[in-house]
Protein backbone atom coordinates (compact mmCIF):
# COMPACT_ATOMS: atom_id res chain seq x y z
CA UNK A 1 0.00 0.00 0.00
CA UNK A 2 2.57 2.40 0.71
CA UNK A 3 4.77 1.35 -2.09
CA UNK A 4 1.88 2.32 -4.52
CA UNK A 5 1.22 5.66 -2.76
CA UNK A 6 5.17 6.22 -3.36
CA UNK A 7 5.08 5.39 -6.69
CA UNK A 8 1.76 7.65 -7.21
CA UNK A 9 3.73 10.61 -6.05
CA UNK A 10 6.87 10.11 -7.60
CA UNK A 11 4.86 9.62 -10.34
CA UNK A 12 2.95 12.90 -10.67
CA UNK A 13 6.09 14.87 -9.60
CA UNK A 14 7.44 13.60 -12.91
CA UNK A 15 4.72 14.77 -14.83
CA UNK A 16 4.62 17.58 -13.21
CA UNK A 17 8.03 18.65 -13.64
CA UNK A 18 8.45 17.39 -17.40
CA UNK A 19 4.84 19.64 -17.65
CA UNK A 20 7.01 22.84 -16.00
CA UNK A 21 9.94 21.71 -18.35
CA UNK A 22 8.80 21.90 -22.01
CA UNK A 23 6.39 24.94 -20.93
CA UNK A 24 6.45 28.08 -23.24
CA UNK A 25 5.66 30.72 -20.50
CA UNK A 26 8.72 29.58 -18.81
CA UNK A 27 11.29 28.35 -21.36
CA UNK A 28 14.13 30.85 -21.83
CA UNK A 29 16.81 28.87 -24.15
CA UNK A 30 19.69 31.59 -24.46
CA UNK A 31 20.51 33.03 -27.74
CA UNK A 32 23.75 32.78 -29.17
CA UNK A 33 25.98 34.89 -32.08
CA UNK A 34 26.54 32.88 -35.13
CA UNK A 35 28.18 35.58 -36.67
CA UNK A 36 30.38 38.13 -35.05
CA UNK A 37 33.18 41.13 -36.68
CA UNK A 38 33.94 44.46 -36.13
CA UNK A 39 35.56 46.82 -39.16
CA UNK A 40 38.63 48.99 -38.31
CA UNK A 41 40.89 50.97 -39.35
CA UNK A 42 44.36 49.74 -39.03
CA UNK A 43 46.49 53.09 -38.54
CA UNK A 44 44.56 56.26 -37.06
CA UNK A 45 45.77 60.12 -36.81
CA UNK A 46 46.28 61.24 -33.13
CA UNK A 47 43.34 63.11 -31.90
CA UNK A 48 41.59 62.27 -35.05
CA UNK A 49 37.75 60.46 -34.86
CA UNK A 50 37.01 57.23 -36.71
CA UNK A 51 34.23 54.60 -37.07
CA UNK A 52 34.27 50.64 -35.93
CA UNK A 53 31.59 49.32 -37.56
CA UNK A 54 30.23 45.80 -36.18
CA UNK A 55 28.40 43.12 -37.88
CA UNK A 56 26.43 40.67 -35.84
CA UNK A 57 24.28 37.66 -36.28
CA UNK A 58 21.98 36.55 -33.36
CA UNK A 59 20.31 33.38 -33.38
CA UNK A 60 17.53 32.71 -30.74
CA UNK A 61 15.33 29.84 -30.03
CA UNK A 62 12.12 30.01 -28.09
CA UNK A 63 10.03 32.25 -26.81
CA UNK A 64 11.12 35.34 -25.62
CA UNK A 65 10.44 38.99 -24.87
CA UNK A 66 7.97 40.78 -27.98
CA UNK A 67 11.40 42.78 -28.74
CA UNK A 68 14.96 42.31 -28.95
CA UNK A 69 17.77 44.94 -28.49
CA UNK A 70 21.57 44.25 -30.00
CA UNK A 71 23.94 46.16 -28.43
CA UNK A 72 27.73 46.83 -29.16
CA UNK A 73 29.66 49.04 -26.38
CA UNK A 74 33.05 49.98 -27.71
CA UNK A 75 35.65 50.01 -24.68
CA UNK A 76 39.48 51.04 -24.12
CA UNK A 77 41.03 47.66 -23.25
CA UNK A 78 43.28 49.29 -20.76
CA UNK A 79 41.06 50.74 -18.22
CA UNK A 80 37.75 49.39 -19.19
CA UNK A 81 36.28 52.62 -20.02
CA UNK A 82 33.41 52.93 -21.93
CA UNK A 83 33.93 54.99 -25.71
CA UNK A 84 30.89 54.53 -27.57
CA UNK A 85 27.36 52.70 -27.39
CA UNK A 86 25.41 52.04 -30.21
CA UNK A 87 21.64 49.81 -29.94
CA UNK A 88 20.00 48.12 -32.49
CA UNK A 89 16.12 47.06 -31.70
CA UNK A 90 14.38 44.44 -33.76
CA UNK A 91 10.99 42.71 -33.35
CA UNK A 92 12.29 38.90 -31.84
CA UNK A 93 12.85 36.61 -34.81
CA UNK A 94 14.85 33.77 -34.90
CA UNK A 95 18.09 35.30 -36.28
CA UNK A 96 18.52 38.73 -36.34
CA UNK A 97 21.61 40.01 -38.48
CA UNK A 98 22.37 43.81 -38.10
CA UNK A 99 25.51 46.54 -38.70
CA UNK A 100 26.21 48.72 -35.73
CA UNK A 101 28.77 52.13 -36.12
CA UNK A 102 30.38 53.28 -32.64
CA UNK A 103 32.91 56.04 -32.94
CA UNK A 104 35.84 56.90 -31.25
CA UNK A 105 38.92 59.35 -30.92
CA UNK A 106 42.26 58.20 -31.09
CA UNK A 107 44.18 59.34 -27.82
CA UNK A 108 46.83 62.13 -28.63
CA UNK A 109 49.72 59.45 -27.49
CA UNK A 110 51.07 57.95 -30.62
CA UNK A 111 51.33 53.54 -30.30
CA UNK A 112 49.19 50.58 -30.03
CA UNK A 113 45.54 51.32 -28.57
CA UNK A 114 44.09 48.42 -27.34
CA UNK A 115 39.93 48.27 -27.80
CA UNK A 116 37.28 45.80 -27.15
CA UNK A 117 34.10 45.18 -28.37
CA UNK A 118 30.85 44.22 -26.31
CA UNK A 119 27.99 42.56 -27.86
CA UNK A 120 24.75 41.78 -25.73
CA UNK A 121 21.93 40.43 -26.88
CA UNK A 122 18.63 41.81 -24.65
CA UNK A 123 15.43 40.89 -23.85
CA UNK A 124 12.70 43.73 -24.14
CA UNK A 125 10.82 44.96 -22.15
CA UNK A 126 12.42 42.72 -19.35
CA UNK A 127 15.78 43.37 -19.72
CA UNK A 128 17.11 39.85 -19.30
CA UNK A 129 20.69 39.37 -21.34
CA UNK A 130 20.33 36.49 -23.54
CA UNK A 131 23.70 36.42 -25.48
CA UNK A 132 27.07 38.02 -25.00
CA UNK A 133 29.99 37.93 -26.71
CA UNK A 134 33.32 40.22 -27.11
CA UNK A 135 36.28 40.52 -28.84
CA UNK A 136 39.75 42.64 -28.24
CA UNK A 137 41.43 44.51 -31.39
CA UNK A 138 44.11 47.04 -31.22
CA UNK A 139 44.95 50.34 -33.87
CA UNK A 140 47.87 51.76 -34.53
CA UNK A 141 47.70 55.82 -33.65
CA UNK A 142 50.48 58.03 -35.55
CA UNK A 143 51.33 61.33 -35.38
CA UNK A 144 48.70 63.72 -37.08
CA UNK A 145 50.08 65.66 -40.36
CA UNK A 146 47.79 68.23 -40.94
CA UNK A 147 47.16 68.67 -44.99
CA UNK A 148 48.32 71.63 -46.26
CA UNK A 149 49.88 70.91 -49.86
CA UNK A 150 47.00 71.93 -51.37
CA UNK A 151 46.44 74.78 -49.94
CA UNK A 152 50.32 75.94 -50.40
CA UNK A 153 49.58 74.84 -54.31
CA UNK A 154 46.77 77.14 -54.30
CA UNK A 155 48.82 79.96 -52.65
CA UNK A 156 51.95 79.64 -55.34
CA UNK A 157 49.47 79.52 -57.89
CA UNK A 158 47.76 82.70 -56.90
CA UNK A 159 51.24 84.48 -56.17
CA UNK A 160 52.25 83.52 -59.47
CA UNK A 161 49.32 84.72 -61.27
CA UNK A 162 49.48 88.08 -59.61
CA UNK A 163 53.20 87.96 -60.52
CA UNK A 164 52.42 87.51 -63.95
CA UNK A 165 49.78 90.44 -63.99
CA UNK A 166 51.92 92.97 -62.27
CA UNK A 167 54.67 91.95 -64.99
CA UNK A 168 52.22 92.35 -67.73
CA UNK A 169 51.00 95.36 -66.72
CA UNK A 170 54.74 96.74 -66.02
CA UNK A 171 55.25 95.85 -69.50
CA UNK A 172 52.36 97.36 -71.40
CA UNK A 173 53.29 100.27 -69.25
CA UNK A 174 56.56 100.64 -70.32
CA UNK A 175 56.03 99.76 -74.12
CA UNK A 176 53.50 103.08 -73.53
CA UNK A 177 56.03 105.29 -72.45
CA UNK A 178 58.43 104.30 -75.33
CA UNK A 179 56.05 104.37 -77.67
CA UNK A 180 54.69 108.05 -76.84
CA UNK A 181 57.36 110.72 -77.42
CA UNK A 182 58.17 108.53 -80.82
CA UNK A 183 54.78 109.17 -81.72
CA UNK A 184 54.93 112.62 -80.34
CA UNK A 185 57.67 113.31 -82.75
CA UNK A 186 56.75 112.12 -85.64
CA UNK A 187 53.43 114.40 -85.39
CA UNK A 188 55.63 117.44 -85.00
CA UNK A 189 58.07 116.70 -87.96
CA UNK A 190 54.75 115.58 -89.55
CA UNK A 191 52.88 118.61 -89.05
CA UNK A 192 56.19 121.24 -89.32
CA UNK A 193 57.02 120.11 -93.22
CA UNK A 194 53.71 121.15 -94.59
CA UNK A 195 54.47 124.24 -92.57
CA UNK A 196 57.79 124.98 -93.94
CA UNK A 197 56.79 123.64 -97.37
CA UNK A 198 53.71 126.33 -97.80
CA UNK A 199 56.00 129.38 -96.44
CA UNK A 200 58.43 128.37 -99.11
CA UNK A 201 55.80 128.33 -102.05
CA UNK A 202 54.29 131.38 -100.36
CA UNK A 203 57.68 133.66 -100.81
CA UNK A 204 58.11 132.05 -104.56
CA UNK A 205 54.74 132.85 -105.62
CA UNK A 206 55.24 136.23 -104.13
CA UNK A 207 58.78 137.23 -105.41
CA UNK A 208 57.36 135.53 -109.13
CA UNK A 209 54.34 138.57 -109.09
CA UNK A 210 56.32 140.82 -107.88
CA UNK A 211 59.20 140.44 -110.72
CA UNK A 212 55.78 140.48 -113.12
CA UNK A 213 54.81 143.54 -111.43
CA UNK A 214 58.07 145.00 -112.28
CA UNK A 215 58.61 143.77 -116.02
CA UNK A 216 54.75 145.58 -116.49
CA UNK A 217 55.67 148.41 -114.99
CA UNK A 218 58.64 148.94 -117.15
CA UNK A 219 57.00 147.68 -120.05
CA UNK A 220 54.01 150.74 -119.20
CA UNK A 221 56.64 153.41 -118.78
CA UNK A 222 58.38 152.70 -121.80
CA UNK A 223 54.74 152.94 -123.49
CA UNK A 224 54.47 156.03 -122.30
CA UNK A 225 57.56 157.78 -122.88
CA UNK A 226 56.82 156.45 -126.83
CA UNK A 227 53.57 158.27 -126.19
CA UNK A 228 54.97 161.54 -125.20
CA UNK A 229 57.88 161.54 -127.66
CA UNK A 230 55.28 160.98 -130.92
CA UNK A 231 52.97 163.54 -129.29
CA UNK A 232 56.40 165.74 -129.39
CA UNK A 233 57.09 165.26 -133.06
CA UNK A 234 53.45 165.92 -134.06
CA UNK A 235 53.46 169.56 -132.76
Request: with cysteine.
Amino acid sequence: MRSKQLFSILLAITILAALVGFSPAYSQTPCHFSFFRPDHPDVTPAGQPFQVRTTVTAVCDGAFDPSTDIRVDLMDAHNQSLISRSVYTSLTQPIITTTLVNTATAPLDTGTWVLQVNAYVIGRPSGNSLASNQLLFSVNVVPYTPTTASTSVSLATSTSSMSLATTSVTSTSSQQVVVLPTQTSTTTSTENTPQNTTTSTYYRVAAFIALIAIVIGIVLVKRKKREVKDKTRVY
